[in-house]
């Protein structure tokens, strides 16, 4: 069997030989199929000269750290320092190829980053929803499978030199404030749910079948490599004359353990991820690349990461030129950074002050040493030295095949979030709308719906043209510059298209423009005079049905529209991905249930008013009347609130599970942890015991069984979402946190039982004032749905002191 595959990648390898001649490269990307697809083919290396025997780091019986230290040892300082930035250069006489880490593929292969280029060859990849919609689906299977099918389209990429193995995706930092201009790149505002996130599309681009539980994780094969951004507490890009280059976020260890790390402590743990970012903002004064706690002590020392520790681009040049830290030099920045832990820089710092900050004595050539080997190992494990066999076959049919533009209109179909649908309004029948007007600014997008970090698509298809399938559409685009929309000539057309149309759909909302890296928002409200455009439509059409749809990452304050009867339904759609506007036509005509649910808290403008970008708090901040942030944190009215989103049928829950009762009686050297609570409240007699103190095994596990019946007249998906709430009267507590999700699909009146198994010390758990992790006393409920059923548990903790 592994003859006959060495066999057909012979072939393979063969025919690459004939039709091109360029080197195992990224950084020659442009040019079309690459000659060898591994660095160690010994042909390779004869055709420069060299006998491949006489270099040990080919040799596949030796273990990748022994081979990767093979190969640094044969390097000179300079040559070492060569491969420390993303454009690595290679050593011609030691047959290494030049190597660019730079790829990204947030959703679906992107051209940014110097790795990959979209050529006449590969003109496209299929581009999925911007994250931020596909986590409104709360479905881990399909996080999966996005990630599967995008990283088979970028190793077949590879394969044909136009990507390389490397990418810097996802992108799992916490929407912390509602006007984060990167807030579509993100799948939310929810730690847990973001972290989960973060496993299945980390597991998706990088497991092979068969080898995900190998013993030696640094000997694991991998597809392509991910990369868990921004390390950490990074969500402020450009708000008034603060930017992230120069942004010092002031966070607490209790937000940090609770909130900014959370995801990325998951993803390493969890999702097992190869790489690891670190941001451009200082936290508590320090570069996170600088800062030896953030990095070395807490990535690779507590969570354990198997791989390497990379810079945001330019990041080096950033922290001296901008942030000015220490006013160090470019070789004091370099040290720093590569003794907190840092392994690999996007940028050129260490390629042009390396040599000089190790010979002056700043570097220890061993820890340049230790990088490397980080980096190479993951190099290895990618087959960028052997070779995978099992993916060699992947190529241009992989890429764009149907089943993976089906699957992208599908993600944007299970995200779409409904979020009015008056007198039901929607679904539309085809059979009494036969004229339909499609106005609005983003009516007729194609690039606004596959947003940022995106690719070149496979093919598009804007709302006009997925509305065309169900009728005949009158597209008006209503404002004359799109989205700012300030030209209003066509008002009066739009206003006439709903006047003589069966139904108008309003397609509004924001595009990059508005929202995107570098630029945060001002406010929440729709720009320009697109209100006004919605109001004068939704007039004309007389009572007809009126859809609004809004295109958009972040939330925007649409309270006119909610409450304006004449807007009968309301639907979010993210940037829905190259199928947009099909999935949008075919759940307003009823071919998809609608069953998406918001990732995050849509606010009213005014909570904007109420605290500045940069107050990192999550909680509230009583003394300057600051809001708490999020749902865990935010008491105020939403206006529609984190996990909202409506159906075209109706689930009823029950609780199949009674109260629960967990008992944990300590041992002599186990102590009781004391807990401020409210004035009045009952203090237990042993308040809380600290997590890492106890076992946390089958005694603290409990089941929640929910009973979910689709009691209506439609087949559909239901994401059930349980929260646990902790014991009243502790002092600053979260309201209420995600402890779980399943997504069901369940046909017209079928019911099905969901089984939740939940561990107190993970699910019941708070974080206390000082950053422990803590398991309170006291009865905690857990939550299913909006509030619908709840299930006490009663967590008893018996001291053994006298
Ligand atoms: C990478 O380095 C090579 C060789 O020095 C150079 O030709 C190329 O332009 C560089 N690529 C980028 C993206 O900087
Ligand atoms: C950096 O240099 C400036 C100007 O020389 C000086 O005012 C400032 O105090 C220095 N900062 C530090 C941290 O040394
Ligand atoms: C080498 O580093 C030292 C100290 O950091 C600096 O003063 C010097 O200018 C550097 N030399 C070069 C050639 O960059
Ligand atoms: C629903 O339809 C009824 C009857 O056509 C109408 O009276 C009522 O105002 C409608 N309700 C809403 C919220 O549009
Ligand atoms: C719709 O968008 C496409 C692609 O950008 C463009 O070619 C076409 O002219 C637009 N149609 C209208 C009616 O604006
Ligand atoms: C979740 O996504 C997968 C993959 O697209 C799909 O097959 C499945 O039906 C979805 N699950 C539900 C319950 O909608
Ligand atoms: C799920 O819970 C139901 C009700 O408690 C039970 O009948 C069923 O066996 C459970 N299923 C699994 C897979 O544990």
Redesign the pocket.
Known sequence: MANLTALVSFFVLFFFTLTSASEISS?NASSATRKYTHVCDPQRFADQGLDMSDFHFCDKLLRYEIRAKDLIDRMTLAEKMNQMGD?S?GVFRLGLP?Y?WWSEILHGVATTG?GTKFTKEVPGATSFPNVILTAATFNESLWKLIGQVSSTEARAMYNLGTAGLTFWSPNINVVRDPRWGRTLETPGEDPFVIGTYSINFVRGLQDIEGFVHVRNPNSRPLKIGGCCKHYTAYDIDKWHDIDRHSFDAKVTERDMVETFNRPFEMCIREGDVVSVMCSFNNVNGIPTCSDPKLLGETIRGEWGLNGYITSDCCSMDVIVHRQKWLNDSNEDVIAQSLNAGLDLECGWYFQRYGENATMNGRIKERDIDRALKNNYVVLMRLGFFDGIPSLESLGKKDICSDEHIELAADAARQGIVMLKNDNQTLPLSSSTVKNIAVVGPNGNVTDTMIGNYAGIPCKYTSPKDGFSKYGNVIFVKSCGDGTPCTKTDDFPAAVEAANNADATIIVAGLDLGFEREEFDRDDLKLPGQQTDLINQVSNAAKGRPVILVVMSGGCIDISFAKNNPKIQSILWVGYPGEEGGRAIADVVFGNHNPSGKLPVTWYTNDYIEKLPMNSMSLRPVPEFGYPGRTYKFFKGEALYPFGYGLSYTEFQYSMVSSGKALHLKLGRLQHCRDLAYEDGAARPPCPAVVVDDINCGRMLEFEVDVLVKNVGKMDGSEAVIVYSKPPEGIMETHIKQVIGFQRVFLKAGESKTLNFTFNGCKSLMLVDKTAYKVLPSGKHMIVVGDEELFLPVQVNIQSNHK
């Open positions: 950084s454009n250069t030049p660019e110097f």
